[in-house]
């Protein structure tokens, strides 16, 4: 799958891209309940809010089939090889619960600021993409984006080791006030499967999710090779080492495997 030359327009100017309903009903179901699932073991890669609901599971893809296919899917790698112009390896890979009535805010931050300072990553030439696992709605806590932020550069951040259970090196509220009033807010919505793709410089955040409706998101965090990390502070499970170039499964690989766990539970 390849990005045509408005959707790469929109990526350079704005920072970010919406690709709705990217995949299939039949596939988002499969993820969605693999991830219900996931959230539910005891394990270090399942992070908990403060109240003790699922914040986020990391690196699903070494203990979940499903995961395992979707981190390799060409559609969400071909669009960053495209806009980096080589192959990219996995960085990180979560999905982000943000559950029903207890979801707790992701302050504002440029995702880039982290990855340097934690993972000593040389460039912005990372990014975040993101499958929507449920409908994400303006009410139940959706990603806000600063369009053009991204051309404001790496940011002074300050390391938030307090507001919720993970830690992130957040933007303080002048910085943020100015980029917004250049660049306003926009809050991305869409049914399962719609694709978002953003800059690693975008300054983003989401509040708490104090309605009846889950909004779990999986990310892949998708770096080009040639600017892997080079000082690792956290753990393998969130900023992985093996910066080999991803290569793709089958654009079919998660239909398949939908369909022969229908064949087993039949
Ligand atoms: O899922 C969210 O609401 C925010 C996630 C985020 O900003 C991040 O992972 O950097």
């Given at each position: 799958?390849?990005?045509?030359?408005?959707?790469?327009?929109?990526?350079a100017?704005?920072?970010?891209?919406?690709?709705p309903?990217?995949?299939?009903?039949e596939?988002v179901?499969?993820?969605?309940?693999?991830?219900?699932?996931?959230?539910?073991?005891?394990?270090?890669?399942?992070?908990?809010?403060?109240d003790?609901?699922?914040?986020?599971?990391?690196?699903?893809h070494?203990?979940?089939?499903a995961f395992?296919?979707?981190w390799?899917?060409?559609?969400?790698?071909?669009?960053?090889?495209?806009v980096?112009?080589?192959?990219?390896?996995?960085?990180?890979?979560?999905?982000?619960?943000?559950?029903?009535?207890?979801?707790?805010?992701?302050?504002?931050?440029?995702?880039?600021?982290?990855w340097?300072?934690?993972?000593?990553?040389?460039e912005?030439r990372?990014?975040n993409i993101?499958?929507f696992?449920?409908?994400?709605m303006?009410?139940?806590?959706?990603?806000m984006?600063?369009?053009?932020?991204?051309?404001?550069?790496?940011?002074e951040?300050?390391?938030?080791?307090?507001?919720?259970?993970?830690?992130?090196?957040?933007?303080?509220?002048?910085?943020?006030?100015?980029?917004?009033?250049?660049?306003?807010?926009?809050?991305p919505?869409?049914?399962?499967?719609?694709?978002l793709?953003?800059h690693?410089?975008?300054v983003?955040?989401s509040?708490?999710?104090i309605?009846p409706?889950?909004r779990?998101?999986?990310?892949?965090?998708?770096?080009a090779?040639?600017?892997?990390?080079?000082?690792?502070?956290?753990?393998?499970?969130?900023?992985?080492?093996?910066?080999?170039?991803?290569e793709?499964v089958?654009?079919?690989?998660?239909?398949?495997?939908a369909?022969?766990?229908?064949?087993q539970?039949?």
């Open positions: 799958m390849q990005l045509n030359q408005e959707q790469l327009d929109q990526f100017t704005e920072g970010w891209l919406l690709l309903e990217l995949f299939t009903p596939e179901d499969l993820l969605r309940r693999e991830a219900v699932e996931i959230y539910k073991e005891e394990r270090e890669e399942v992070w908990r809010e403060k003790g609901s699922p914040r986020t599971a990391f690196a699903a070494k203990y979940n089939e395992r296919l979707l390799r899917h060409p559609r969400m790698i071909k669009p960053v090889e495209q980096f112009g080589e192959p990219v390896y996995l960085h990180q890979y979560k999905i982000n619960a943000k559950s029903a009535f207890t979801g707790a805010v992701w302050q504002w931050h440029q995702d880039y600021g982290t340097k300072r934690d993972d000593g990553m040389p912005p990372a990014m993101s499958i696992l449920d409908e994400v303006p009410i139940n806590g959706p990603l984006l600063v369009p053009k932020s991204q051309e404001a550069g790496d940011l951040a300050s390391h938030d080791l307090e507001t919720t259970s993970y830690p992130l090196w957040t933007l303080d509220e002048a910085t943020v006030t100015k980029l917004v009033e250049k660049g306003g807010i926009v809050a919505t869409g049914k399962p499967g719609s694709m793709m953003f690693g410089n975008l983003h955040g509040a708490g999710n309605t409706y889950p779990k998101i999986v990310y892949l965090t998708l770096n090779c040639s600017n892997h990390i080079r000082k690792p502070t956290r753990p393998e499970f969130i900023a992985h080492r093996d910066f080999s170039p991803i793709c089958e654009d079919d690989a998660l239909v398949k495997l369909r022969s766990q229908s064949r539970a039949a």
